[in-house]
C-alpha cells in the first residue's frame, strides 16, 4: 500500500491523530510522503488566507513542502457540513478539481495520505458525497473507528458503505479517543464482524504522542 484515502466513523474520531501516525509509518519504510485535506471546514482567517488545523499539521508531518491550497484546496471558515459551508460563500465543491490538485501531488511524491472531512457519506454538494471524492482518487481507504459507545453501528454501517463503493477497505483502526479501560470487548466484536484487516489498536494517547508505534500497515516492514 502506498496513497490511501483516511475516514472515520464520524468528524473527531481521530482521523488526523491516525492520519500522522500513517504518514509516519510510510516515512520509516523510506516513502517521500505528501498530506491533503482537499476539503476543510473550520478554517481560522489568517494574513495569508483561511488556514485549517488539519491541514497544517498534516503537512508538519509531510515530507514535502507543498502550497497551502494545493494541500487544502476547499478551505471555509464555518465549521460545519462542507456543502452547507461551500453554499454560504456560494463556492461548489468540484472533485475533479480535486483530483487535479492529487495528480500534481502525486507525481512529485512517492505516497499521499489524503483525510476526508466527516465520516464517508457526508456531502460535498448536490450530486456527489466524500466516498465520490475516495472514488474519484482510486484510493485503497482505512478506517478510523473513535472506540465508544455506538461506534460498532458507525464502523459497520462504514464498512458495508465503503465496501459498496468498490473500493477497497484496506484496513480499520481501534482509536481510542476516550481514557476507558472497558473497550476490549469492543475491539474484539469489531474484529469478528469487520473482514478487512486491523491496522492497529490506538490506546488513548497522551498529549504530543504519536500513533505510528500502534500501528501495522502489514508488509515485510512491520
Ligand atoms: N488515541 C487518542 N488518544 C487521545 N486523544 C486522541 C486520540 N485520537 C484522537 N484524539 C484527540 O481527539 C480529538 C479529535 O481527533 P482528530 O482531530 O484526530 O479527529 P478527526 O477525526 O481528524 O476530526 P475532524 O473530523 O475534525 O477532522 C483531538 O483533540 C485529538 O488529539
Ligand atoms: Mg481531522
Known sequence: MTSIFVTG???????????????????ERGLVVAAMKP????????????RNEDA?????????????????PYAFESAIAPHIAAQQV???????SIKQHYNQI????DAVVVEGAGGWLVPLNDQ?????????????????????????NHALLSVQAIEQSGLSLYGWVANHVEDNKQTAAI?????DNITAP???NVPYLSSGKLATEYLDLGGDDD
Open 9 to 27: 466513523t464520524d468528524t473527531e474520531v481521530g482521523k488526523t491523530t491516525i492520519s500522522i501516525g500513517l504518514i509516519a509509518k510510510l516515512q
Open 39 to 50: 476539503i476543510a471546514s473550520g478554517c481560522e482567517r489568517m494574513s495569508e488566507g483561511l
Open 56 to 72: 497544517l499539521i498534516l503537512s508538519k508531518q509531510a515530507t514535502v513542502s507543498l502550497p497551502y491550497n494545493v494541500i487544502n
Open 90 to 96: 456560494g463556492v461548489v465543491i468540484n472533485i475533479k
Open 106 to 109: 502525486q507525481q512529485q511524491v
Open 128 to 152: 456527489d458525497t466524500m466516498a465520490d471524492l475516495a472514488i474519484a482518487l482510486d484510493l485503497p481507504v482505512v478506517l478510523v473507528v473513535a472506540i465508544r459507545l455506538g461506534c460498532i
Open 187 to 191: 475491539v474484539s466484536s469489531l474484529k
Open 198 to 200: 486491523c491496522l492497529g
